[in-house]
C-alpha cells in the first residue's frame, strides 16, 4: 500500500522523517530546514511562506519527489 | 504514582533493553518525588544513584569556587540524569540537580546499573549515545561561547530549548517556558545582556516575553540570527 505522501499541515520532521527522499528539494529550494531546530513546529505550509515559495510549486515537488519512491517500492515487490 | 517497565521504553538508555532488564530495573528502583525548588542532588556528592525523571521538569546546573552558576541543560520527562557513577565507581556528581516544579524520579543504584551494564552490551551502547550526543552538545556550546556573538548564542540557545521542550500554544506560536536568569547561564552572558536582547526583539516583534515565558512570533527570524542566514 502507498504511504500517504505528506500535506500541506504536515511538519517538516515527519516530512523528513516519513519521506527522507525530500531532503533534496529542501536543499534545492535553497531552505535551511534540514537539521533545523524547529522542523517540529513548521509545516511545509510555513515553508512556503517563509521563503516565497508559491504552495503549489511546493507541493508538486513534494509530489513528485514521493511518488517516486512510491513507484520505487512498488517496483521492487 | 506507579510506573510499568514498559514505561521505561521512553528513556532513550533503555531503548534496547529486554523486558526481563526493565523488570529488574523497575524491582530495584526507588521512586523520589522532590518539590519545586528542592534537590536530587549536589555537585561534589558521590554518584550513588543515577536518575530517570517521570514526572516534572528538573534542570542541571554547575557552580564556580566564586558562586556564579551556569545550567547546564532542562531535563523533562523520561530523561536520565546524573548517570557518572555508571561508568566510575568513584565519580561525584559534577553538577546540582534541581526541582523546576515538583518531580518525580526514579534513582537507580550506580553500582547495580553498572553490573548490569557489564554483561549487556546493549545497555552500554545506548548510554554512550546519550554521553556522546552530551559531548557533541557541550562542544558545540564551546566554540559558541569562544568565537559567536551574544545575539547568536541566545537566539541558539532558545531554539535549542525549544527543540526539546517548546510547545504551540492556541495562537499557533511557540512558547517556551524559560527565565532571563536560565537564557543568561546557559547563553554564557549576563542576565542585563540577556534582557537588552531580548527587549530589543521584542521591540521588533520577534519575541514576546513574559513572566518564566518566552513567545517566538517570528522563530524563523531567530534562526537567521542563530545560523547567520541571510534574509529569505
Redesign the interface.
Known amino acids: 500500500m502507498d504511504r500517504t505522501p505528506p500535506q500541506l499541515h504536515t511538519s517538516v520532521h515527519d516530512t523528513l522523517t516519513d519521506w527522507p527522499e525530500t531532503a533534496s528539494l529542501f536543499r534545492a529550494f ?3 530546514c534540514i537539521g ?3 522542523a ?3 509545516s511545509l505550509l510555513d515553508v512556503a511562506d ?3 515559495i508559491q504552495p503549489e510549486t511546493l507541493m508538486e515537488a513534494v509530489r513528485k519527489a514521493t511518488q517516486d519512491s512510491n513507484l520505487l517500492i512498488r517496483s521492487e515487490r | 504514582m506507579t510506573i510499568l517497565p514498559a514505561d521505561l521504553r521512553k528513556v532513550s538508555v533503555f531503548q534496547h533493553a529486554t523486558d526481563d532488564d526493565l523488570k529488574l530495573l523497575l524491582e530495584r528502583s526507588i521512586l523520589r518525588s522532590i518539590e519545586e525548588g528542592g534537590f536530587f542532588f549536589f555537585q561534589g556528592d558521590p554518584a550513588k544513584y543515577l536518575y530517570v525523571l517521570v514526572a516534572g521538569r528538573a534542570k542541571l546546573m554547575q557552580s564556580s569556587t566564586a558562586g556564579q552558576q551556569v545550567n547546564l541543560r532542562t531535563i523533562s520527562e523520561w530523561q536520565m540524569f546524573g548517570a557518572l557513577g555508571a561508568v566510575r565507581a568513584d565519580a561525584i556528581y559534577p553538577a546540582t540537580a534541581q526541582a523546576l516544579e515538583a518531580s518525580t524520579a526514579l534513582a537507580i543504584e550506580s553500582a547495580f546499573w553498572r553490573e548490569m551494564m557489564q554483561t549487556r552490551p546493549h545497555l552500554s551502547f545506548d548510554l554512550m549515545q546519550l554521553m556522546t550526543g552530551y559531548i557533541q552538545e557541550m562542544q558545540e556550546r564551546y566554540r559558541e561561547l569562544a568565537t559567536e556573538k551574544v545575539e547568536r548564542r541566545i537566539a541558539r540557545s532558545i ?2 530549548l ?2 526539546q521542550l ?1 510547545l ?1 500554544n492556541a495562537d499557533g506560536n ?1 512558547e517556551l517556558a524559560l527565565t532571563r536568569q536560565d537564557l543568561a547561564e546557559m547563553s554564557g552572558t549576563t542576565i542585563f545582556t540577556a534582557s537588552r536582547v531580548l527587549a530589543e526583539w521584542e521591540r521588533n516583534g520577534l519575541v514576546e516575553t513574559g513572566r518564566e515565558r518566552v513567545v517566538l512570533c517570528k ?2 527570524s531567530l ?1 537567521q540570527i ?2 547567520e ?1 541571510d534574509e ?1
Open positions: 535553497k531552505t535551511a533545523c531546530y524547529l517540529r513546529f513548521c517563509t521563503y516565497h | 531554539l535549542r525549544t527543540a517548546g504551540k511557540i522563530p524563523h534562526v542563530a545560523e542566514l529569505s
